[in-house]
């Protein structure tokens, strides 16, 4: 099954504080969002194709309840800095007729989404990002909330992952053989964003305070 990206999230200390790095690099910030009952909230970012979220948990207790537990976005977000992937991959169908999941994943539907909607979340270490399946988003869902950029990138176009420990999930192989994301390893986990093709050869490191780098 063909798939594409849809969104990426990072985890991030509460508010995402480090939103204004990436304001003042040039990116225009779109609505933020929060999920009731599941504890979380995040800053977004949308591009042409995709979006960005800095995401963290706002309630603790709902993170961490019997409807939200299996998610384990408690433990990824509050081990973030200790060795857990602070990252999120979120998938959608390239073809809207092909909605099934590309990977073994569990049914999450949370009360946030309308029924009948609900995402896929594969079983997968916390080593490894978050793989999510949302078979019920389309390339236009995404085009209506791009935003022009101050800094002019419009579209990503690759996605690197750096990370210490070698991917094994089902999901991970399926990313990978889609074009989704690129791999490598290193000493830490961070995230390499290429926009528009990487057209001016420039880079901008956030890693001072996020785990990530632009490409554009």
Request: hydrophobic share 40%.
């Amino acid at each position: 099954m063909s798939v594409e990206l849809d969104h990426l999230f990072l985890c991030t200390a509460p508010g995402a504080p480090a939103a204004k790095e990436l304001i003042r690099f040039g990116l225009r910030e779109g609505p933020p969002n929060h999920h009731p009952g599941q504890g979380t909230a995040c800053r977004r970012f949308a591009f042409s194709n995709a979006m960005l979220e800095l995401f963290w948990v706002c309630d603790e207790s709902e993170a961490q309840n019997e409807g939200t537990r299996r998610t384990q976005l408690w433990q990824r977000w509050s081990g973030r800095e200790s060795g857990t992937s602070p990252f999120g991959v979120c998938l959608r169908p390239a073809d809207p007729a092909k909605a099934e999941p590309p990977f073994p994943a569990w049914k999450y539907q949370p009360s946030y989404l309308p029924d009948p909607l609900a995402m896929h979340i594969a079983e997968a270490g916390l080593e490894e990002p978050m793989w999510v399946f949302l078979g019920f988003l389309r390339r236009s869902d995404r085009q209506q909330w791009f935003l022009e950029h101050p800094i002019g990138i419009r579209e990503i176009t690759r996605v690197t992952l750096t990370t210490p420990v070698a991917l094994r999930s089902t999901a991970s192989r399926v990313a990978v053989e889609n074009g989704i994301l690129y791999v490598r390893e290193g000493p830490k986990h961070v995230l390499e964003i290429e926009f528009d093709g990487n057209r001016r050869n420039q880079i901008a490191d956030f890693t001072s305070h996020l785990p990530l780098v632009f490409r554009f």
